[in-house]
């Protein structure tokens, strides 16, 4: 299994490059299905999640080409089976957006249960729920999803809790339902209204993308179109904590600040000095320490539960004491075990994380258990005294497009080795 070596101790400098968004480019193939023609997806990032949606979707028939820039383009006409296997799901939880799209074009869809990962049980009741307050049948057997349904129909959809991909499932189906859906309370994320913003181009009739309200007035058909998917603001933040965590100066191009307030005003807090402008952004640390700050999770435009790993290293390496709360998810905090083992002086309440800042994290062996608990033990390599060796990385590759390139462009140290 392969691992990350870093020597931490290095100021990061430089410009990067961020990548398109996992959050927005999963939820954006999985609408391809709703297409009559074929669509073209473009700044779409290298990860293993977007190789995983592709093996997905070809699975079914569907066709896919790929160019050397990462553009995809997609033809649904030659799809055979509605089936999202287990083999599949069980890898990637956001499988489960290809149930709101196949019910409401082909009126069939058969689908594995994503079931629980390391940060909580995650069900996905209120994507049921939703589906069969349009009409559909839904029948939960052999830990299969079984759904079909005539033509969806519109409906008034409040949901219990904020669910982002229920949000998109639901968004999805309602735009090929007859009549208007109104789905209330639903996720305001940018990722949301990224793809609202594709469905919109593909014919779709939506409004209130990007509020708790979204209204979505079907239609009969979509058709294929041309879509640039959004920067990713996790991977931009990561960045920022990188370049924060290190004393360093680096600036990120390709992204968008206005979707990134609540992480920049904790950065301005813990120090930072951050310029921006209409795609970039550029923080420097001036070789300081940085401030300890209190955190608490919630859905957008509050902090998000996937930067909250990333900011746990910062303030373990900060001045002073913090707490740190996760509302979003039960169990997201098994990166404090591993920062632990580093000398972080971390202790877990419940939901919540006390970090005392200590001046120097001491290298050690650790193990990646999610996708941005490995962020955030690479943040912590990176200052550490000594060489860490991060183990369990394929984590990493699902969300995060070349980071250690990235790291080293800034001048980070660090490498993949084998074993
Ligand atoms: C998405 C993101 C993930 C992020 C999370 C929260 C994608 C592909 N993934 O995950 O990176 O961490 O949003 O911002 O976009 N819930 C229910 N019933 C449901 C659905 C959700 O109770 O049917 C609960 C969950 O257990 C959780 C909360 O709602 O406590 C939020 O989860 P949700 O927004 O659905 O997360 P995902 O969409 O899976």
């Not at 639901?170 to 594709?198: F, H, K, Q, W």
């Not at 000594?386 to 995060?400: A, M, N, P, S, W």
Request: hydrophobic share 40%; aromatic share 4%.
């Amino acid at each position: 299994m392969e691992k990350l070596l870093i020597e931490g101790g290095k100021p990061l400098k430089g410009d990067v490059r961020i990548s398109g968004a996992k959050n927005a480019v999963l939820p954006i193939l999985a609408a391809t299905l709703l297409a009559e023609g074929p669509m073209r997806v473009a700044n779409v990032p290298h990860l293993q999640d977007v190789t995983t949606t592709m093996e997905l979707l070809g699975r079914m028939g569907v066709s896919l080409t790929i160019d050397e820039h990462m553009n995809i383009e997609i033809d649904t006409s030659t799809i055979e089976e509605f089936f999202a296997h287990y083999e599949v799901v069980k890898t990637m939880r956001a499988s489960i957006l290809v149930l709101g799209p196949l019910l409401a074009r082909f009126g069939k869809a058969e689908v594995s249960l994503p079931g629980g990962c390391a940060i909580g049980s995650r069900p996905v009741n209120l994507h049921l729920r939703g589906l069969e307050a349009m009409g559909a049948d839904i029948e939960v057997k052999g830990g299969y999803i079984h759904a079909s349904c005539d033509r969806l129909k519109g409906a008034h959809l409040v949901m219990d809790n904020v669910t982002v991909t229920g949000t998109e499932n639901l968004m999805m189906a309602a735009s090929l339902a007859e009549g208007t859906s109104v789905i209330e309370n639903a996720a305001r994320e940018p990722e949301v209204t990224d793809l609202a913003n594709c469905l919109i181009a593909m014919g779709a009739n939506i409004e209130g993308a990007g509020t708790d309200t979204i209204t979505v007035h079907g239609v009969k058909e979509l058709k294929g179109c041309q879509y640039s998917v959004l920067a990713d603001r996790i991977e931009t933040g990561t960045f920022l904590v990188a370049a924060a965590i290190t004393g360093g100066h680096i600036k990120l191009k390709d992204t968008q600040p206005q979707i990134l307030e609540s992480v920049l005003q904790k950065l301005d807090r813990a120090g930072a000095s951050i310029t921006s402008g209409h795609d970039w952004i550029e923080i420097d640390m001036h070789n300081r320490r940085p401030k300890s700050i209190n955190l608490r999770t919630a859905p957008y435009p509050a902090f998000p539960t996937d930067m909250q790993a990333q900011f746990t290293a910062l303030n373990a390496v900060a001045e002073g004491s913090c707490t740190i709360t996760e509302s979003v998810f039960e169990n997201r905090f098994m990166h404090v075990q591993e920062m632990q083992r580093m000398g972080a002086n971390i202790k877990v309440e419940g939901n919540t994380a006390i970090v005392t800042g200590v001046e120097q994290l001491k290298a050690a062996p650790v193990m990646a258990t999610d996708l941005r608990a490995s962020a955030s033990l690479i943040l912590a390599g990176l200052v550490a005294e000594g060489q860490t060796v991060v183990d369990r990385i394929y984590h990493i590759d699902r969300g995060y497009e070349c980071i250690e390139e990235k790291l080293v462009q800034l001048g980070a140290n660090i490498r993949r080795v084998p074993h």
